[in-house]
């Protein structure tokens, strides 16, 4: 929960901040186990945390049909300064604020963008983002890695009810004093209230913790708030170090050794710590200091071209090299942009519409997905088709029309792979004497001794299990029937909710 940070939250925002460097220093020194140990303890403490305090906002308000009632007059009591004529449009709930389709055209999220829109961006996260692919790569087999993704998936539908409605039931519950911070619209009273003219909403979750949770409880939601924080920051570290050191710094020093690797992407870690701490306080004004919004947008401008070219990698044996790389390049460019654009001019809000040209921001980031999804599409297979195909014996079992195939493949780097192996001397080397500070230096930064070396029979032993996809039928079954469960109540609460 990232919060605008106001004057008399500096000593909080302090405190964040080291908390977000301290609990970042396990994802330095170790790497993924060690992420995805602590994921799964602050997942548990999480929920725990989560569902304590939705029960004490539910029972506070009432519970839900009084909750329903009560939002919807949920007014903030200082509606003009600062010479404004503000609208009641700009401070009364939205009517259509309980349903997730919302109009095509007035809708905050209109329900063709919902539907289209946020389909491509979650193809871009969840099936090529390396944060997941990298947690599935790591899975003991095909079925632990299917149950994974049904788990993820049964989680993803608690948010609303654990952080939506929480928020909504602060806004009904802070009304005259309180109500001016959470759902101020004057921009003087935001400033005062939470030092952004935008608004205060990120307040809300955490003035229901402070508010409502006893002394001890208010302790375990304060870790939940920095252990969601600390999660998301550990695993985008981990797997954009991997990329870093693994497909950019490698390609820069092909013989670089292994530690050598290691210290390459610690330092890359704390570079992306000292950035991710600069760019706070543009996730304060943008998308008017709506943290979702904000989000979402830009994965709408950056996710896309690579959904894109993944879909069409699978389904399209015709698409090249050339076609994925231009459409990636043109979808990216397009995409920034937009992101330049709204950043340069702002994202405007309800009192104020932005100077952005409308040629650029004037469609919802949402459609824009969808149009940058459409050119990317064009743009690859337009350039595919008009350059060399790949022959089919560097493409078997690699997309969809060969997926079937029991023919050898060859990469498409094999050649230089077989340089790079050439490269590596194969002698040994004689271990030097390491002192006892040495020692623990080493076992500090993961640097432990390496293992016996392997027989080729034993590597090939290896590669085929680590290439097998194979499934225990009953797990298969288990696995699948949790999947149509998962999809029936993901479809019935887009219906109820409709």
Not at 457 to 478: A, G, I, M, N
């Amino acid at each position: 929960m990232l919060c605008p940070i106001g004057t008399e939250q500096a000593h909080y925002a302090n405190k964040v901040n080291g908390g977000v460097i301290k609990g970042n220093f396990h994802d330095v020194k170790g790497g993924l186990a060690s992420v995805i140990y602590t994921d799964t303890l602050q997942t548990v403490i999480m929920l725990i945390g989560s569902f304590i305090l939705m029960g004490f906002a539910f029972a506070e308000v009432g519970g839900y049909e009084s909750f329903t009632e009560k939002y919807m007059n949920a007014i903030p009591t200082v509606v003009e300064g600062d010479n404004l004529t503000i609208s009641p449009r700009c401070y009364t709930p939205q009517a259509d604020s309980f349903h997730i389709f919302r109009d095509a055209v007035t809708g905050d999220i209109p329900w063709p963008g919902m539907v289209f829109g946020m389909t491509i961006v979650a193809v871009w996260y969840w099936c090529t983002d390396q944060v997941i692919v990298q947690r599935c790569l790591s899975g003991k087999d095909m079925s632990h890695v299917k149950a994974a993704c049904i788990m993820c998936g049964y989680l993803k539908l608690l948010p609303m009810f654990l952080m939506v409605m929480p928020g909504m039931i602060s806004r009904v519950l802070y009304t005259g004093r309180r109500l001016k911070k959470v759902a101020c619209v004057v921009p003087s009273e935001c400033v005062k209230h939470c030092g952004t003219e935008v608004g205060c909403t990120n307040y809300a979750y955490p003035m229901l913790v402070m508010d409502l949770m006893p002394d001890g409880l208010r302790g375990l939601m304060l870790s939940v708030m920095l252990a969601s924080l600390m999660s998301s920051m550990t695993s985008i570290f981990n797997s954009a170090s991997t990329l870093f050191t693994m497909d950019l710094y490698t390609k820069i020093r092909r013989q670089a050794s292994e530690k050598e690797l290691l210290i390459a992407g610690r330092l890359f870690t704390l570079l992306l710590i000292a950035i991710s701490i600069l760019w706070v306080p543009l996730v304060q004004v943008s998308q008017n200091g709506q943290l979702f919004h904000y989000i979402e947008s830009i994965s709408s401008y950056l996710g896309p071209p690579i959904a894109a070219v993944f879909l069409l990698a699978i389904f399209c044996k015709r698409v090249n090299e050339q076609g994925a790389f231009w459409g990636l390049i043109i979808g990216l460019v397009i995409g920034l942009i937009r992101l330049i654009a709204e950043f340069a001019y702002g994202t405007g809000s309800c009192l104020a519409a932005s100077s952005c040209p409308r040629l650029i921001c004037g469609v919802h980031y949402l459609y824009f997905a969808i149009i940058l999804f459409v050119i990317s599409i064009l743009v690859v297979l337009g350039i595919s088709l008009l350059t060399k195909p790949i022959p089919d014996i560097y493409l078997y079992r690699l997309c969809w029309a060969l997926r079937n195939s029991t023919e050898q493949r060859i990469d498409l780097d094999a050649e230089e792979k077989r340089e790079e192996e050439a490269d590596v001397f194969d002698e040994d080397v004689p271990e030097e004497t390491r002192g006892c500070l040495r020692k623990a230096y080493d076992l500090f930064c993961g640097l432990q001794k390496k293992g016996p070396k392997l027989s080729k029979e034993e590597e090939e032993v290896q590669r085929q299990k680590l290439t097998d996809t194979s499934e225990k039928p009953l797990w298969k079954t288990v696995v699948d029937v949790n999947a149509i469960v998962l999809l029936t109540v993901a479809i019935f609460i887009h219906g109820y909710f409709a």
